[in-house]
């Protein structure tokens, strides 16, 4: 029973050490305004998203596409909308004016 919480108290105080050595280290490897990226050895400046290698996204180039391809969408839906509008218009008609005699 004694050796079972020695092993349990030997497995926690691990754990709390591995998880704050591992913060520290994480924070302190990082240049200013850097972040740390979880799970890697990278890191990446601040605004940045890390994707798990060196190469790191700016927010932009993940929501610019997004935001271009709604524009893009929408554009096209107003199109449609008023070339049927314009088909359904009926067309005038005029009639002939008489030509002066002279």
Do not use: N
């Not at 280290?25 to 798990?52: K, M, N, R, V, W």
């Not at 935001?67 to 009926?90: K, M, Q, S, Y």
Request: glycine fraction near 6%.
């Amino acid at each position: 029973m004694k050796a079972t919480m020695y092993l349990g108290f030997v497995c926690l105080w691990i754990f709390l050490f591995s998880s704050v050595v591992e913060s520290q280290l994480s924070d302190a490897s990082c240049p200013y305004d850097y972040h740390y990226c979880e799970g890697t050895i990278f890191c990446c400046q601040s605004g940045y998203i890390c994707t798990g290698t060196t190469t790191c996204l700016h927010l932009a180039i993940i929501i610019g596409p997004i935001v271009g391809l709604v524009v893009l969408i929408v554009c096209i839906v107003v199109c449609c909308i008023c070339c049927r509008r314009r088909r359904a218009t009926p067309g005038v008609v005029y009639s002939p004016t008489p030509q002066a005699k002279m």
